[in-house]
């Protein structure tokens, strides 16, 4: 059983910065993808970055509108598959849950954008940039 587990969601101003962690438990994954997925009430499930890949053959995406802003990294110190979404400069259209999702391979790069090519989710960490 793959558990995926979010943190580090809070409330934030206009132009500051979280770090949002994601770490799945209960298997360990030589090759995978994982993605940040994020929703607002009313609204479809939006892709927000993703990485995929192991060792040197990483590979990371991320939707337009937070390249330049966010940045998903891995921490291969850890045991568990752990991922990290650096987000900086933090806007009011940036309020959302943020779901972290777990794919247990590398997704061909055409796959990466869409939640139902991942298997694995986590509850949520809501996340509120007030201005």
């Known amino acids: 059983q793959v558990h995926v587990v979010e943190s580090g969601g809070g409330l934030v101003q206009v132009g500051g910065s979280l770090r949002l962690s994601c770490a799945a438990s209960?298997?360990?994954?030589?090759?995978?993808?994982m993605g940040w997925f994020r929703q607002v009430p009313g609204k479809e499930r939006e892709f927000v970055a993703a990485?995929?890949?192991?060792?040197?053959?990483?590979?990371?995406?991320?939707t337009d509108s937070v390249k330049g802003r966010f940045t998903i990294s891995r921490d291969r110190t850890k045991a568990e598959n752990t991922v990290y979404l650096q987000m900086n400069n933090l806007k009011s259209e940036d309020t959302a849950v943020y779901y972290c999702?777990?794919?247990?391979?590398?997704?061909?790069?055409?796959?990466?954008?869409?939640?139902?090519?991942?298997?694995?989710w986590g509850q949520g960490t809501q996340v509120t940039v007030s201005s």
């Open positions: 990485i995929r890949g192991s060792g040197g053959n990483v590979a990371t995406h991320y």
């Open positions: 999702a777990l794919h247990h391979a590398r997704l061909i790069l055409s796959s990466v954008w869409a939640g139902e090519n991942y298997a694995y």
């Open positions: 209960g298997r360990t994954f030589s090759s995978y993808t």
